[in-house]
Structures are given as structure tokens and as C-alpha cells.
């Protein structure tokens, strides 16, 4: 995790240096103090200071006052989604506590472990960690899964808290799902009705259940010189539409390193924070398999197939899940990596 540390007093800065040298062990951390007696104090404003760390950390971890750590982020909190963790320890280290993102963005995992390494106590108030059931959405952070229907996913925390029993489907079950159930969930098929009341996988399948997603698909991408974003978009979309495959598995886009610099296909990579892999024509040349050649692009750029060869090639080793789509200029399609999940 990126984590951005902060401070408001000298006593705050040295409990605020002691947790960062915690946490360097395993996350890269920034450590800032706003402090007119402190010489290395930033010069910019609190807010300032809160609304870049907003945008380019996971977690934030306020020494001082909870009040002021509020103010801060107030015009900055947009969505369970994409908000990152908020973590608030008073500037004695008697108490940590979470207070934006305690499920998805980790902000009740990072509190408990900060508080063993400075002896504080962790306040937690999220409603399944006090009566130690089972929440969807730390289950969907730890295994990387996308939590589509948000609305869905707060009913089925409701549900666990009412006693009632959950339904998982997942795709591949026996190969791709691994741990002991805990006691709030059942397997779909072993408990009959109209649809689970989850479903685990990259397909899109049942209208009502709550999908997690995960990030397990590659988007092979060529295209013409000075293509749109949007015409990107469009393509890998169709391409999504026709395999059956949620968009928000697609966690990687591949092409020829000769579109390394394709403005809009680093424009839409950019739109969906989606990592991005380019290969020689050399490197895809040599991925094994049978791929739809076509003699004008192998006379461009070297390669008979820049889409399929890449997607699988990005792949580590997985398989094509849907042939070539070309649609306005783009070529594109799709590879699966393998995936697992686990309950513990």
C-alpha cells in the first residue's frame, strides 16, 4: 500500500515517525508534518495537502485530533470504491481508529496492525466486526474481487447480521475456490432456489445476485494510428458483450510496443486504471498457438496477429476466451489468467 502519514504537533510527529518506520517495512509511506515549530512542516495548505493524497494513496493516517482529520477529507469523500482508507490515532497512541473505508480500502485491517506495533487500542464500529461475522466486502478486498452492485452487497451484510444464510456461486468451483466456508455462507448448489445470492466469476450470468469480479482478464488491443479512447472503448466493450465477459474483469491491456505512445489507448488505460504490457514483434512472433493472420498488419508491424498474440502473451500462460473483434479502426481480444479465491 502507498500510505501518507501526517502530524500536528511535536508529540504527534513522534508518535507519526514510530508508526511510519512500521510501516516501511512493507508499504511506501510519506511522512508530513504541518506545524509552525516543526522546521520540515509542508507549506501548503491542510486541505491541499489532503486533497493530493486523496488521489495518489491508499491509505491516510491522521495524528491528532479525529475532528481534524474530518474537516480535512469532507470535500474529498466520493465512493466506498474508490475512497482510500482514514485512519485517526490521537497523538498519545492510546486509540486508533478507522474511519473512512474500514472494509474495502483495508482501514480496520491497517488500524490493527499499526496498534499492535505502538500497544494502542483499535476502536472498530463496522457492525460485522463487532459481532464477528462475515463481511462481502473484506472478503471481495482480500481476494482482489470488484464489487459491482454496491447497494446489493450493503443488503447482504444486512442479511448476514439477521442470521440468515448467504449463497456463493462461483465459476469452476472445485478448481477456482479454496478455504473452509465460514458459517454464514453456503454453496449455491447445495442449497436449491431461483438464483445465489452471489456469484464469483468473470461471466456475466443471474440478473438479481451480487457479482464479484475478478481481475483476471487481459484486453489484447491493435488499432489504427491517432485511434480515440472512445473508439477503444467501444471495441473492447462489444468484444466484452459478445464473449459474455463483465468489463470489469479486464484489469490489463497488451499491444505491439509500437503503440506504446497510441495517446488514446493510454487515454483509455488511464480512464480504468488498467496496467498495460507492450511486446516486440519478435516476443509475439514466438507465443504458441494457431491466431487469425492477416498479411497487412503482418507487413506493418511485423507480426501477422497483434491482438489475440498479445492478450494470451500478457496471459503468464492462460488462454484466449475471445477470437479478434475489429470495430472502427481496433482490433481487440480477450484473455483469461488463471484465478482463485479463498475464505478463511
Known sequence: MKIAVISFTRNGKYLADHITELLKADHEVINAVKCSSVSSSIGESLSEWTGKMFQSQDALVFVGAVQIAVRAIAPYVRSKKTDPAVLVFDEKGTYGIPVLSGHLGGANELAMSICAGIQARPVV??????????????????NGLVIREMERARQISAAVLEGRKITIAADDWTRRVEGVLPEDVVR?????????????????????????????VIAGIGCKKGVSAAQIEEAVDLACSRAGV??????????????????????????YRLERSFYSAEELGRVPGIYSG?????????????????????SGGGRLIAEKLARNGVTVALAQKDWRIRFE
Open 294 to 314: 492477416s498479411e497487412f498488419v503482418a507487413c506493418v508491424t511485423g507480426v501477422d496477429n497483434v491482438c489475440e498474440r498479445s492478450a494470451v502473451l500478457a
Open 246 to 271: 463483465c468489463r470489469e474483469s479486464i484489469y490489463k491491456v497488451a499491444s505491439i510496443d509500437l503503440k506504446a505512445r497510441e495517446q488514446g489507448l493510454l487515454e483509455y488505460c488511464d480512464k
Open 125 to 142: 464500529t463496522t457492525a460485522t466486526d463487532l459481532q464477528g461475522r462475515w463481511a462481502v466486502d473484506v472478503f471481495a478486498r482480500k
Open 188 to 216: 449455491y448448489e447445495d442449497t436449491p432456489g431461483a438464483e445465489p445470492d452471489i456469484r464469483i466469476g468473470i461471466l456475466e450470468q443471474e440478473r438479481q445476485a451480487l457479482h464479484l469480479i475478478p481481475r483476471a
